[in-house]
């Protein structure tokens, strides 16, 4: 009476294999190492089960043996896989998504080819995380801060694949990413220092700690900068200086050699409403603290203050009282032009 396992469905990540069930299945594959090991994970899979956090170790080992050897594509299924469990089962996966970084910086560095449905499923798990980051009470900022700059990072690899091969990819696709990219920005994330991911994008100051992704995510990035002005980035936001994007890129520190990513960025915050009379703790708008020809140049060309705006500076240069004094969605817009002196 022969007791026999129950199997459960092929996974794609462990090229859809089958386990052995006879000793004569088994000897057929004696001498292939790869088959051997693709069944030893589905093996541990099927008896742990799919709950047992220790399954997604074993999966992500495997995956890195692939990547250190360039089979990319066995190398992302298999992680994959491993972040589905993951956040399957509630664990944190901000080291996993980073991974996913490293090895898409190096296939854009060595020109191989990336498809484009990984990329879109690394995105999705970006905005899961850090949905769960924020809903988390005692989630912890370090945590927090190290998946925004993965997921700016993750933008800046999508950007270079659209920009490179955009062509190439279904309309479908390239939709969906806009609608993962408009998510991540009605999160409305911020770093300690109260950077957006706008704020990040156009900073020079902004790091890349990876040697390999050095080489693919540089900042300021105009690509990057623009993805998230089209999909709802706040171009107004105040980070804890109250400096605005267009603050941080008007002190970019090559205004010359880098004269496109500058002006480009410039002109995006312009044209997506930023705007250019916006003080910071210093009381400088971004004309006031521009410290080179060019930005001055181009901001000079584009300073057009509207009525609304030069009475709002009144206001808040004479110390006028306005709160409850004028309708309430002028309140926010008056505080762009100023701050209170009892709040420094």
Partial sequence: NVIYKKLGKPVKAYENCKE???????????????????????????????????????????GILFAESERFDKCIDLWLHALHLKQMNDIPVGKDILRFVQVFSQMIVEEIEIDFAPVLSVLESC??????????????????ESNIMTTLYILTILTKLLSLKGN???MEDKCRAHHLVRRICALQLRLKDGQTLLHLA???????????????????????????????????ALDSNRNTPLHLII????????????????????????HMDTVN?????????????????????????????MAAKAVKF???SYRGNVPRCLESFIELHGFDLNQC
């Fill in 20 to 62: 052995s069930e006879t000793v004569e299945e088994l000897h057929n594959i004696r001498n292939n190492e790869n088959a051997i090991h693709m069944e030893s994970l589905a093996v541990r899979e099927r008896i742990l089960g799919t709950q047992n956090p220790e399954v997604p170790r074993h999966v992500v080992f495997r």
């Fill in 127 to 144: 905005v899961m995380e850090l949905a769960n980051n924020k809903s988390k009470v005692n989630n912890p900022d370090s945590e927090m």
């Fill in 168 to 170: 190439r990819y279904e």
């Fill in 202 to 236: 156009v900073n020079e100051d902004t790091l890349v700690d990876y040697s390999i992704t050095n080489h693919v995510c540089k900042y300021p990035c105009a690509a990057t900068a623009k993805l998230l002005i089209d999909c709802g980035a706040d171009v107004n």
């Fill in 251 to 274: 002190d970019y520190g090559e205004p010359i050699s880098d004269f496109m990513t500058i002006n480009t960025i410039i002109m995006e915050l312009i044209e997506a409403g930023a």
């Fill in 281 to 309: 703790n210093r009381w400088k708008t971004p004309y006031d603290a521009v410290t080179t020809g060019v930005p001055k140049t181009i901001l000079r060309t584009h300073t057009k203050l509207s009525l609304k705006c």
């Fill in 318 to 320: 004479y110390d006028i």
